[in-house]
């Protein structure tokens, strides 16, 4: 399999986790954007989950779901931000999904008697995955290996990486290494040796890097980057800084500022090409910023979710709030609500005070749900704008059926499920299901929206598609006494008849939707949904800056 024409950016990580390796590998894929070429990101997972549908957003962060339905890394989601385009199964493999598939392919017979090993049968399997995408027709292909240089996990991948290295001919692949630079207080000195042993390591493992980015609290002296260089066989200019920000989107503009677009395309031996798109990414951005930097007002947005002690939990819908208030000349402050702290009728008064808007998270699970139903209450009778995504939705449901309609039963059959009310119910295809795995609702579904709906005049449109991760669904048993009470069912599946939203009459938003409009939100198509709510809760009670 020739894979010549394409090139490769590989970017690894070193030191520590949680450097923003996603972010980095989003912001060159979209400065590479910017200068014309056609980018595609992939992401290399090192855990044996099949995907990352089984994880605990406390671990993980969240789980991000493509528009064909794979749960995946959060790091999808910042490549569908920062590049402005949609993201399949193909952005995303874990070594679960590469062991299950060779011992498939063992189990089928397909290596004729042959002893199966790491080294060439799973590093042969990461290789055909990275080069199938080289047949997609992109001129460059950003690779990024998570999980840490050193780690056991990772092995294979940087295996597979140096095989292809030989493979790919001259300045078809390149190397950037993502490292940390600690800062030692007491001394007031940044320190290089962590770095310059994970590049050792990688070097002991056969691969030379190219281009160092070191992820630091404060700049990085040309001393500094001398040092790294000498240590490591690189270039002092090709030692670069991703410094701390108040905001991700700042991070491709100062990496554009120190070369790393340019140098990447030298190392590639490419030229920027001329199209009309050319800079438009780039120019948007700094434009961004700017407004992001000086918003006029500023609205104060509770955040009721179960995971709220990591913002990576609902890190979507953070930025899908970012993305709507900074178009709007809005700061969007956003409250982090535990639900499980909501525990009283009089407590929640101080909780939502001075709250412009309510947004109830996603979820699983019974913990939390009481929290969450008494925030549904206090939005609904106080009419503060309120927005449910998925399980929010389910809860406002919950609500309604108990607080309006008098069913004190009702429930979700998730968290009762011997409710005789349930008002949300597990969906008929769910029913025989006993794989967790990737077995749920998900990706991209069709929706029908009510002309005489606020979700119309939001949309514009009568057809929308969304995409889904769950389970259970609105009981439509229960459709007609909802809409004559006022909860009126606006958005409807139009093969299945499956309740995809829902709105409350006589309030100034109130909106649930079954979907997750978060994860459709980018930098440069901000996502109406969530624009809307912003500025309903602006509207409500906003604040000068
Ligand atoms: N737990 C709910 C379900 O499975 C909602 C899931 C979610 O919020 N993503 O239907």
């Known amino acids: 399999m020739s894979i010549v024409k394409t090139k490769?950016?590989?970017?690894?990580?070193?030191?520590?986790?949680?450097?923003?390796?996603?972010?980095?590998?989003?912001?060159?894929?979209?400065?590479?954007?910017?200068r014309g070429y056609k980018i595609f990101l992939l992401k290399l997972d090192p855990y044996l989950n099949i995907d990352s549908g089984t994880l605990n957003p406390y671990e993980h962060g969240e789980c991000f779901v493509t528009k064909d339905g794979l749960e995946t890394d959060m790091d999808l989601g910042h490549y569908e931000r920062f590049l402005n385009q949609t993201t399949t199964k193909e952005n995303n493999i874990t070594s679960g999904f590469i062991y299950k598939t060779v011992i498939d392919n063992e189990r089928k017979g397909i290596y004729l008697g042959k002893t199966v090993q790491v080294i060439p049968h799973i590093t042969d399997e990461i290789k055909k995955h990275i080069k199938k995408i080289g047949k997609f027709g992109y001129d460059i292909i950003i690779v990024e290996i998570g999980g840490t240089i050193g780690d056991i996990e990772v092995l294979p991948y940087i295996e597979a990486v140096r095989q292809l290295k030989w493979e790919l001919k001259k300045f078809n692949g390149l190397m950037i290494h993502l490292t940390l630079l600690p800062f030692i207080?007491?001394?007031?000195?940044i320190k290089t040796k962590p770095?310059?042993?994970?590049?050792?390591?990688?070097?002991?493992?056969?691969?030379?890097?190219?281009?160092?980015?070191?992820?630091?609290?404060?700049?990085?002296?040309?001393?500094?980057?001398?040092?790294?260089?000498?240590?490591?066989?690189?270039?002092?200019?090709?030692?670069?800084?991703?410094?701390?920000?108040?905001?991700?989107?700042?991070?491709?503009?100062?990496?554009?500022?120190?070369?790393?677009?340019?140098?990447?395309l030298n190392f590639l031996n490419l030229k920027s090409i001329k199209t009309k798109t050319k800079n438009f990414y780039l120019e948007h951005w700094k434009s961004f910023i700017k407004k992001y930097k000086?918003?006029?007002?500023?609205?104060?947005?509770?955040?009721?979710?179960?995971?709220?002690?990591?913002?990576?939990?609902?890190?979507?819908?953070?930025?899908?709030?970012?993305?709507?208030?900074?178009?709007?000349?809005?700061?969007?402050?956003?409250k982090w609500i535990y639900s499980e702290n909501i525990i009283k009728e009089e407590n929640i008064q101080k909780i939502f005070k001075n709250i412009s808007g309510i947004l109830i998270a996603p979820g699983f699970g019974k913990r939390g749900v009481k929290g969450k139903i008494l925030a549904v209450k206090y939005a609904r009778e106080n009419k503060i704008p309120f927005l449910g995504i998925c399980l929010g939705m389910q809860i406002s449901v919950i609500e309604f059926a108990r607080n309006v309609l008098g069913i004190k039963d009702a429930d979700s059959s998730e968290v009762n499920p011997l409710t005789p009310n349930p008002v949300i119910d597990l969906m008929n295809k769910q029913k025989n299901i006993l794989y967790k795995g990737g077995t749920m609702r998900l990706g991209d579904w069709k929706c029908s929206l009510v002309k005489d709906s606020k979700l119309f005049s939001i949309y514009k449109k009568k057809y929308i598609v969304e995409r889904h991760r769950h389970r259970y669904e609105f009981n439509n048993k229960y459709i007609d006494i909802f809409s004559r009470a006022g909860m009126k069912i606006v958005g409807i599946n139009p093969e299945t008849n499956l309740v995809e939203a829902l709105e409350l009459k006589n309030h100034i938003f109130f909106i649930g939707v079954q979907y997750h409009p978060e994860y459709k939100s980018t930098?440069?198509?901000?996502?109406?949904?969530?624009?809307?709510?912003?500025?309903?809760?602006?509207?409500?009670?906003s604040y000068d800056i």
Not at 23 to 28: I, K, N, Q
Not at 299 to 328: C, F, M, P, Q
Not at 523 to 541: D, G, M, R, T
């Open 294 to 334: 000086n918003p006029k007002y500023k609205v104060k947005i509770a955040l009721v979710g179960k995971y709220v002690t990591l913002h990576d939990s609902y890190k979507s819908i953070r930025e899908s709030l970012i993305h709507a208030g900074t178009i709007n000349d809005i700061y969007v402050q956003i």
């Open 195 to 264: 770095t310059q042993h994970s590049v050792r390591n990688l070097m002991e493992n056969g691969i030379q890097v190219d281009i160092i980015v070191c992820r630091t609290s404060s700049h990085i002296s040309n001393y500094i980057k001398k040092k790294i260089a000498l240590f490591c066989n690189v270039q002092s200019v090709n030692v670069i800084e991703s410094i701390d920000t108040k905001i991700i989107y700042e991070i491709p503009y100062l990496l554009h500022m120190q070369n790393f677009d340019q140098m990447v």
């Open 185 to 189: 207080s007491a001394t007031g000195e």
């Open 523 to 541: 930098v440069i198509n901000p996502h109406p949904l969530f624009i809307s709510f912003v500025l309903f809760s602006k509207k409500y009670k």
């Open 8 to 34: 490769y950016v590989f970017v690894t990580g070193g030191v520590t986790s949680s450097l923003g390796k996603g972010v980095v590998t989003a912001s060159l894929g979209m400065l590479l954007k910017s």
